[in-house]
């Protein structure tokens, strides 16, 4: 594509930019303001742009009891959180290396989170809140290792395998997802899997395997293969070649693909709602604010809605960067 010179043109192109962000981004800001009210500001019949706003809709979905020093323990948390994002934003710019400060951030986040509940009276939400992390990770760990293993080796092997094997997965990612629901149930109940984690984990990495194995692969096969080859005349076997060379090459295509399965098991709800009773993830734990039965649920909803996408989001503008890279080397061939 030609970069657009003439200054009119870029200015209606640069004018729609930012009417189709401000329309993008008005449904989220709404919620936000609607978690902030109490329930005659929420409910009025004209919309109320300027109020007194209010926490309490976040209290009473995350505690079940504010403590007496509440607003410095939710001071604290926030401090910690905002100094783990600024660690993470500006890595490059510290003079340590860059992977002590994610592996520091990673076990300060994780820490962060088992602390809580011990200072705090927490409320259910914050378990399926845990049990999102935990199921998200999981799910991106095993799918990204997986995939790049497959991925690799299936841009490498041109044969008649590769081809059925590459099929086979589009043809399973094709199938809906209640079309497995049933043998999912009766294995996980032969193996007492139901309402587990694990189970969770298992099924989504399942649903999401083709989708990271076809994305990495077209990644792979953007990479010369003079590469590992040189790496191999050196002494290398392909394993070292794969993990010393290729690896590195492809980091913005991991974390593309990563983000993406991200996504897809973070915002999965059928699948966990008919496999757990108990160990719901935040798509399944607001659907009971969603129904509208209580008029109260309108602003609990919305604080809930508010909380399970302030964590995407912080995730896409610390990846961003590396998201763009990997979006552009995968549109470019060559």
């Given amino acids: 594509m030609e970069r657009i010179n003439n200054p009119i043109a870029r200015l209606f192109v640069y004018l729609g930019l930012t009417l189709f962000a401000v329309y993008s ?8 303001l609607q978690s902030f009210k109490n329930f005659k500001d929420a409910n009025s019949r004209t919309p109320k742009f300027i109020f007194e706003p209010t926490w309490d809709n976040y209290a009473e979905l995350w505690l079940r009891s504010i403590p007496e020093n ?3 323990i939710s001071y604290f948390i926030i401090a910690i959180l905002l100094v783990l994002v600024c660690l993470l934003l500006f890595v490059e710019y510290i003079p340590v290396k860059s992977s002590y400060i994610y592996w520091f951030c990673a076990a300060s986040f994780a820490l ?9 009276d927490v409320n259910k939400f914050y378990d399926y809140f845990i049990n999102t992390v935990i199921v998200t990770v999981g799910t991106v760990v095993i799918s990204i290792s997986v995939g790049c293993l497959a991925g690799y080796s299936l841009s490498r092997y041109t044969g008649m395998a590769a081809v059925v094997v590459l099929i086979s997965a589009l043809a399973f990612r094709a199938l809906p997802r209640l079309a497995f629901i049933l043998p999912y149930y009766w294995i996980a109940t032969a193996l007492d899997l139901l309402d ?7 099924v989504l990495v399942a649903v999401n395997q083709p989708f990271t194995i076809w994305m990495l692969r077209s990644f792979f096969m953007d990479i010369p293969k003079d590469l590992e080859e040189s790496a191999m005349v050196d002494g290398a076997n392909r394993l070292v070649a794969f993990w010393k060379v290729i690896i590195p090459i ?10 993406f399965s991200l996504l897809l098991s973070y915002n999965e709800f059928l699948l966990v709602r008919l496999l757990t009773v108990n160990n719901w993830t935040l798509p399944v734990a ?12 309108l602003m609990i909803a919305a604080a809930a809605s508010v909380s399970a996408t302030v964590p995407i989001v912080v995730v896409i503008l610390l990846f961003q960067k590396h998201l763009v890279k990997g979006l552009a080397a995968g549109a470019v061939k060559g």
């Fill in 25 to 32: 981004i008005i449904p989220f800001v709404w919620t936000a």
């Fill in 196 to 202: 587990t984690r694990l189970l969770v984990i298992i």
């Fill in 286 to 297: 607001m659907s009971p604010y969603l129904g509208g039965e209580d008029p109260r649920h």
């Fill in 112 to 120: 962060l989170l088992w602390g809580i509940p011990q200072y705090v």
């Fill in 250 to 259: 492809m980091w913005p295509g991991i974390i593309s693909t990563a983000l």
């Fill in 70 to 72: 509440g607003a410095m």
